[in-house]
């Protein structure tokens, strides 16, 4: 009941506000006053015949808009994957940025590493840096917690063709790590990758 | 086309006609009411008899009955009618509540000589504060309603008032025919006035819209509960809004179902449709009706987002095929099959949650961020490694660790050229990989 009320109150507020702008600039082209006007007084009327639905109305709306937004979503994205199906026989040869990895690497001289330390009772801190591969990481990590290693608190980062491992191995099965076992075991994994 | 149960007469144009007629009556003199009232006890046993077997103008008369959003009901209550009353005696700017009142005024007189009348009827014409005022609905000019003359039963077996409006038609036997006193007016139909009228239906009254359902509207919200939910959904006054413009413009559109004999129903009604939308959503977490309201607000822009990143990406997806064929077909030298890229900077952000994880996917351009928190059940890290190799992104920057119970990682990604994968798929995929994994962990969580 208040809701044609307030909103015919809002319609008077933003007309009379409007009206002033346009006393102000006479000199503008009166078309383009008429045109702005209208679309406004439209603007401002769906507004009002927003204001009068009621929750009903907004719900079951909101149900049928959202299920509407759900199938765009999936006939775009069913068109995406037919695409990208259809696309395939262009070849992925891998980009440029990693052919250039290992020659980035050695332009920068950095270096394969693995460097191991103990903390604190049986835990390990570890150090690697290996050549920047696609799919690298997950072999890395891969390798790891197949030799019994689990990870915590693990940071990567990669740059200039390289990428830097530090993190804090465990065993995964609790026992303690041995530094120097684990320095190879560790140069052994990037060797192999 | 506004649906109606059984009698309902699909003539539209005595419909309008009948709505019509109302804004004129608003109009009016007030002194008016107490003649037409006094006429009206005639002309009502005379319509009784004479319009018994009318079933077109008891179709009429149902419609006007809906649309004068009277609370016909069923229910024997003195209070509840005091209540109505009173309600209609503190709407004074209401002009259906006049209307109400006097409906009621006139049913009384007319009442007095049913002996089936319940015991409501226990109203005095004099001695209601509002008469005058009420009279103003029904003052038509001269080609219009006068309600109060017109009323009348085609059915003799309703225990109800002649004004069939106010009383709820009993559900069984929804033969009750009301006359129509517009029956025979050509008024032609004003939508736009009657619109006017609508907003001011005072809170509270219902507007059955069957006769079947129409007992107990009011007499479910008598209690204190029942008028608050009632006034909570809001439900009646606006669809009697809806209902009136599909009359009107002979659409059917709205809440057209049977409507609620009970308030309990509509506020079960209402229930499942908040439920429905809840169940819509991804990432349901309260039962609340506030925070499904929110969480669908969310998830509508993330869906919008979603659906321009894809429409997006479609284009891109376009436009690189296209320059490939181009490239084939002209021999160009560079390959440049990757930077099909149009103008716009694709963006796009959301976030999915279940029951151990969390995820946050964002997307500028090329660059993914990818932010997990998840409980710390299992290393998750090889697992979302391996997840982010298959939907083709190349991790930049890892960090993360334990805090408290859980893991927290933020992976900065790039999307490999030419793949076209989009937020959503990533959020879904990873959450769907992770919660794959914590079922298969559960037996053996360490």
Redesign the interface.
Known sequence: ?????SASDALCIAQARRRQVYDDSMYKSKNLHAERRRRQKLGDRLLALRS??????I??D??T???M??R??KV??D??LE??S??VQ?D?EP?RDEINASEQMKKYGIKEDVKVTGIDGNKLWIRVVFEKK??G??KF??AS?SLGF?????????SKGAILVSSCFKGIYGNALGVEQTKKLLQEIIRNM | MYEEPGCFDPNNSMAEGVYSGFPQAMANNQKQFEENLELSAEELSYHHHNHQEDTSVSAMELELQKYLSFNVENCDNNTYRSHMMQQVVDDRNQLLSYDHSNWNTGDIGFNQDDPQQNGHRSFNINSLPQTPDLLNLFQLPRCSLLPNSSISFANSNHDTTPLGFIEDLPASDSTSVLYDPLFHLNLSPQPPLFRELLPSIPHGYNLPTSRSDANSLFGDERDSNGVKAYQDEDGGMLEFARDMACIVRGSGNGKKKKPFTTERQRREHFNKKYTALRNLLPNPSKIDRASIVGDAIEYTKELLRTVNELKLLVERKRCGRERIKRHKTEDDAVGDVEQSYNGSLRSSWLQRKSKDTEVDVRIIDDEVTIKLVQRKKIDCLLFVSKVLDELQLDPHHVAGGHIGDYYSYLFNTKIYEGSSVYAGAIANKIIEVMDREYAAAAPTSI
Do not use: C, H
């Open positions: 009941m208040e809701f044609l009320g009068l639905m009621n929750k009903a109305t719900v079951e909101a149900i808009y959202i299920q937004l759900q765009n979503v775009l994205s068109q995406l695409m990208d259809l696309s262009e992925e980009t696609r799919g990481i997950t990590l891969e917690t689990e990870l915590t608190d693990t940071n990567v980062t990669t």
